[in-house]
């Protein structure tokens, strides 16, 4: 097979990364509204509908992983989009709140298949420049992002919010069962062929996948806020829903970039430097929506907060692939992803409860960037060791 398929699979896995994520990490979101109108639920209750799908999304990303590691990727990939698409749909015929939890649990528990092993397998197609490969592929997931609430919201518009879920669910199999068909592993190495050896990684794996589980615990939950409640907190100042779900949609797009030029930053600088850049940059911005009340000005500063934020998670998996050890690769980052996942459901829901206790979102969004000041530290021990470790091996 050509290296050149490697292209092949990264395209694969963004489509799938944009229809996946784009509906389990934020797509609820324009859901909150029409949900507490049509069933009274608290925005706590309805924010932890997500928070079960990010959940399922955390256990199943160190099931997946080890599943990965023995079965291939594509594989795993396969029967997870299946499994969402049939699970989004199931939910337009839904009526109780513990339905929605335990739908949304079995697609995040699924959903998990189309993360880590997928993006583990774009890492392994390229032993060199993988920042960039890994950027423009996860850069998909910005696109779904955006993408996603933004067509909903005229969904739900057109069709209610139950047409909206059994549309999407719908697309969700006929998009990504067939791009899950192009994930091919690449080729092993000819006989006589030597295989491009990586550098043994500086710390113990079960160190490394600890530190940064802690780390992207703090980032996500961060991350999560503005990604769940910048369109009610939009929403707040009476302006409609589709032009609320259009500043969501105006910085996931500034994301794509932001996603791709810090894959390519990583490669240059490093990951972890990559990392505490974008981290700094999203802890200093996420506060500053609640400063914010005209429309026009959500649309100038969101996509500015969005390319910088947008580095965090390529950041993170490149600096994942750089500390962990090749045949354990899916695995781990399964896990370190997995708290990602849980830093997600925490920031949301806990955006939508303290929503609900003082009626702004002045300290959801402060509780953010506080979180996002401990990522901050946590990355920047962990470089410092690193570095120091490097010096200690070289010496």
Not at 96 to 124: K, M, N, S, T
Not at 180 to 197: C, D, E, H, N
Not at 363 to 391: K, P
């Amino acid at each position: 097979m050509d290296a050149r398929y490697g292209w092949v699979v990264v395209g694969a896995v963004a489509l799938t990364l944009a229809v996946a994520m784009g509906q389990l990490v934020n797509g609820l979101s324009v859901f909150f509204i029409p949900l507490e109108q049509e069933f009274g639920w608290a925005r706590g209750s309805v924010a932890l509908i997500n928070s079960a799908g990010l959940v399922g999304l955390a256990i199943g990303g160190v099931a997946m992983g080890g599943l990965a590691d023995r079965f291939g990727a594509p594989t795993v990939a396969l029967a997870a989009a299946a499994v969402v698409g049939a699970c989004v749909a199931a939910a337009a015929g839904l009526d109780q709140l513990w339905q929605f939890y335990l739908v949304f649990f079995l697609a995040g528990l699924a959903g998990a298949g189309l993360f880590a092993p997928p993006l583990a397998l774009v890492g392994a197609w390229f032993p060199a420049g993988a920042g960039l490969a890994i950027g423009i592929a996860s850069a998909g997931q910005a696109v779904g992002q955006g993408g996603v609430p933004f067509a909903t919201a005229f969904l739900i518009e057109a069709v209610g919010w139950r047409g909206a879920l059994l549309s999407q669910g719908v697309l969700s199999l006929l998009l990504m069962v067939p791009a899950t068909l192009l994930m091919q592993a690449p080729p092993r190495p000819a006989p006589g062929v030597a295989a491009v050896v990586e550098p043994p990684p500086p710390l113990p794996p079960l160190l490394v996948t600890a530190w940064l589980s802690a780390a992207v615990l703090m980032c996500c939950t961060c991350m999560a806020v503005p990604l769940m409640h910048l369109v009610p907190l939009i929403q707040g100042h009476d302006i409609a829903a589709p032009d609320a779900s259009g500043v969501l949609f105006a910085m996931l797009i500034a994301a794509i970039a932001g996603r791709i030029a810090f894959g390519k930053l990583a490669d240059v600088v490093g990951p972890m430097p990559a990392w505490m850049i974008a981290s700094l940059w999203q802890t200093l911005g996420v506060l500053a929506f609640t400063g914010i009340h005209e429309l026009s000005h959500f649309y100038v500063f969101a996509p500015v907060y969005g390319f910088g934020y947008a580095g965090v998670m390529t950041s993170v998996l490149v600096t994942a692939r750089a500390l962990t050890p090749a045949r354990r690769r899916a695995t781990l980052m399964g896990v370190i992803l997995g708290w990602a996942w849980l830093g997600h459901g925490l920031g949301g829901f806990q955006g939508g409860w303290f929503y609900d206790v003082t009626g702004d979102y002045l300290v959801s969004f402060a509780n953010a960037a506080g979180a996002g000041l401990l990522n901050l530290l946590l990355v920047g021990t962990l470089f410092l060791t690193v570095r120091r470790r490097g010096r200690a091996l070289a010496a």
